[in-house]
């Protein structure tokens, strides 16, 4: 994606790049990642307050990764949801999540979400804010269908703060990960395009802002993998009486 996209055509190259990708993303998810994005959503969820019984919807849902992490928290009891707009990564998540009590898979944009204010304990997306055609419209419809004292929860590649692990990550994740991706059978265009959605994207303070201005108080951010990984926690305020 050499020229910026937004709006409708940046939702419709997103969902061509991943339908492209979608039999490859879990492996090359696991390599790209050394496997410690596994690691990752365990943290995310532990910081979503989730509980036995607890209700969650997973926005940008992909393979259905985080999902089935959700599952675990909630437990027989609970009740998930995974939303995606792209039916090849939705298909996938179908397969590995069948059989698996009170979860359910939806198709849905992140910028609409079709359900009622007020519904969900938690709601989460993860490695995917980057990709929808407006962060601050996908944040506010979390914060919406999130009932009062609910958590919205990201997870998301931002980069390194250290002025010193930056270089490295860069060359990483700018050089090293689109040839890796090309020799594991993944299009070389798709993750051409991930360190360019990284390189564009909002700044750690930008998206706490983005939470608050969306309704969520006592926002936490916090770093792993030195700040390569980012995981932003805003809470759902009481409604205000007119």
């Not at 997306?125 to 962060?135: M, T």
């Not at 980069?159 to 090309?182: D, E, I, K, M, N």
Request: glycine content about 10%; overall charge positive; proline content about 4%.
């Amino acid at each position: 994606m050499r020229e910026k996209l937004d709006g409708k055509d940046k939702e419709r190259y997103v969902n061509r790049l991943f339908a492209s990708i979608a039999p490859k993303y879990d492996l090359l998810n696991s390599v790209i990642s050394l496997g410690n994005h596994r690691r990752w959503r365990r943290t995310a969820v532990a910081m979503s307050g989730l509980g036995p019984g607890g209700t969650a919807l997973d926005v940008a849902t992909g393979t259905g990764d985080f999902a089935l992490d959700l599952a675990r928290a909630v437990g027989e009891r609970g009740r998930v949801v995974g939303a995606d707009f792209c039916e090849p990564m939705l298909q996938l998540a179908r397969r590995k999540l069948a059989g698996r009590p009170g979860v359910e898979l939806v198709a849905a944009n992140a910028e609409c979400l079709p359900f009622a204010s007020d519904t969900f304990d938690c709601a989460t997306i993860g490695f995917a804010l980057r990709n929808v055609a407006s962060a601050a419209a996908t944040i506010g419809e979390m914060a919406r269908v999130t009932r009062p004292g609910g958590r919205v929860v990201s997870l998301e590649i931002l980069g390194p703060r250290s002025r010193v692990l930056a270089p490295v990550w860069r060359l990483y994740f700018f050089r090293v990960v689109p040839q890796l991706a090309q020799v594991l059978g993944g299009e070389r265009q798709a993750y051409d395009y991930l360190p360019e959605s990284v390189a564009g994207f909002y700044s750690r303070d930008e998206l706490a802002g983005m939470f608050r201005n969306c309704g969520l108080g006592n926002v936490v951010v916090r770093d792993l993998m030195f700040g390569a990984v980012c995981i932003h926690v805003g809470i759902k305020q009481q409604h205000r009486l007119l």
